[in-house]
């Protein structure tokens, strides 16, 4: 298994950007696809975006395409999203997230991903 610990949540006026990390333990994080989802208060947990084990296949939650992008550094274990244009609807907990496989199940589900981190918010003023 692995363990996950996002970082660089805060608060950011409307138009900002922020860029959050996830840190992941152990030897083998190469071989996890990474996601991230949000979940603001009252509503269910949503899917924000994706990548494959190598990095270089993304999807993306139709909400953030143009203004987020999700990049990692597998030689430091790490999983990046970059927040750009940033909306009031963004305002919430953002977690990271691992699984084994780029092509069983549903890559924007929650329930498909079995490791999670502790979240972190980020805020959106207007």
């Known amino acids: 298994q692995v363990q996950l610990v996002e970082s660089g949540g805060g608060l950011v006026q409307a138009g900002g950007s922020l860029r959050l990390s996830c840190a992941a333990s152990?030897?083998?994080?190469?071989?996890?696809?990474m996601g991230w989802f949000r979940q603001a208060p009252g509503k269910e947990r949503e899917f924000v975006a994706t990548i494959s084990q190598g990095g270089d296949s993304t999807y993306y939650a139709d909400s953030v395409k143009g203004r987020f992008t999700i990049f990692r550094d597998n030689a430091k274990n790490t999983v990046f999203l970059q927040m750009n244009s940033l909306k009031p609807e963004d305002t919430a907990v953002y977690y990271c997230?691992?699984?084994?496989?780029?092509?069983?199940?549903?890559?924007?589900?929650?329930?498909?991903?079995?490791?999670w981190g502790q979240g972190t918010q980020v805020t959106v003023s207007s």
């Open positions: 152990g030897r083998t994080f190469s071989k996890y696809v």
């Open positions: 997230a691992a699984r084994s496989s780029w092509f069983v199940g549903s890559r924007a589900a929650p329930d498909e991903y079995p490791f």
